[in-house]
């Protein structure tokens, strides 16, 4: 029997909010059919670099992909990533192509799709929705994508999408607007979760031998100091230019565009000993590192990581706010080193259990 892939990556989805409590189904399938643990994701913990891995079975060292977010310090230009151009491998859905096979890729984010949905068959975008697909799956228009209720409308879409079309390989993405707002204790939280334990069930009835693989791409913590970098070196006569790996345009999501990572780029390499002994200094800041040892110790780039990375402690986070400090009781957010774990369930798994580390192990063992 030919094998079929269902992956499912829920955005922001930290060990904490999938348990047997909200999600009965997944653990009684992965415990019967296969596992449930959690591993770790890429660092930075943000969307983009995380969907490049998962999607590749690569580090961000490979696919190139740093995060949400770019700047050439050479020509200035900056912009976010959000179309073709910026993975530098192939990913699943490309080598599913070559090899015959019909791809799914259903996003609530249309930058995903945007960026990594070049070679799926089907491509579904809540955000951007395509009338006539929507109609010759019976399914309706989406609601907004900062809406909780996107979260079953984008799962009632894979659903439709498994029984109608029967793609091998299916890869569908969630919204993270929910967690970042509502921690797991909460109903909110809760809801989301428990629609999606109802569609995966749905989906193994509709398809009872296909592969299934539920993770995330980066975790989720509380905050409660915002700090902005630019301004703190500025003020201490350092001029350099901070790119936030996590900025996009879902500012319903982070308003502050704050997370856990920054890539700095001096103006003034004379200003390296200085910026270092500065952010060392700082208690809100868990760790600075040069580029090249931060591009060694987390598989990533040294030629897009800027001067020094930096990360915050795990209840503060970067932002662009109005002066050093901000206290806040009302920022959940991802980005640090504080955001790696999430769970990941697998149904058939391709692989034993100890196979699986990281997120990017998903592609690495797929057999296609």
Not at 82 to 87: D, S, T
Not at 111 to 139: F, M
Not at 269 to 283: C, F, K, T
Not at 296 to 312: K, M
Request: aromatic share 10%; hydrophobic share 35%.
């Amino acid at each position: 029997m030919k094998n079929r892939y269902f992956v499912l990556v829920i955005d922001g989805c930290a060990p904490e909010y999938l348990t047997p409590d909200t999600a009965p189904h997944i653990f009684r399938l992965a415990e019967t059919y296969g596992f449930i643990k959690t591993i770790k994701s890429a660092i930075p913990t943000v969307t983009n670099v995380n969907h490049a891995c998962i999607l590749s079975g690569r580090f961000p060292e490979d696919t190139g992909v740093t995060g949400n977010y770019y700047y050439n310090p050479d020509t200035g230009e900056e912009g976010f990533v959000e179309e073709r151009g910026f993975m530098k491998i192939p990913t699943v859905l490309h080598t599913c192509r070559e090899r015959g096979l019909k791809t799914a890729f259903l996003t609530v984010k249309g930058k995903v799709l945007g960026v990594y949905g070049e070679d799926a068959d089907i491509g579904i975008n809540a955000q951007a929705p395509d009338l006539r697909q929507l109609e010759s799956l019976g399914l309706a228009m989406p609601p907004g994508v900062s809406d909780p209720a996107c979260t079953e409308w984008i799962m009632s879409a894979a659903l439709a999408c498994v029984r109608q079309e029967a793609p091998d390989f299916v890869y569908c993405t969630t919204n993270d607007c929910c967690f970042h707002h509502y921690g797991p204790e909460t109903e909110e939280a809760r809801q989301q979760i428990q629609w999606i334990d109802y569609y995966i069930h749905e989906i193994h009835k509709a398809d009872s031998h296909r592969q299934i693989y539920i993770t995330a791409d980066h975790g989720m913590n509380q905050k409660h100091r915002l700090l902005n970098v630019q301004t703190i070196a500025q003020n201490h006569g350092i001029p350099l230019f901070c790119l936030a790996p996590l900025k996009d345009r879902y500012i319903e999501n982070h308003r502050y565009q704050e997370g856990g990572i920054l890539y700095l780029y001096l103006n003034n390499n004379s200003d390296r000993e200085r910026l270092s002994a500065l952010m060392e200094s700082i208690p809100e800041i868990e760790m600075i590192l040069p580029s090249e040892e931060a591009a060694r110790r987390y598989h990533l780039p040294g030629d897009s990581i800027g001067d020094y990375v930096v990360f915050a402690a795990k209840d503060c986070a970067f932002g662009e706010i109005d002066g050093e400090y901000l206290e806040t009781d009302f920022v959940r957010t991802h980005g640090s080193l504080w955001e790696q774990e999430i769970p990941l369930a697998a149904v058939f798994p391709a692989m034993p259990e100890e196979f699986y580390h990281y997120s990017k192990d998903i592609a690495a063992n797929l057999r296609l």
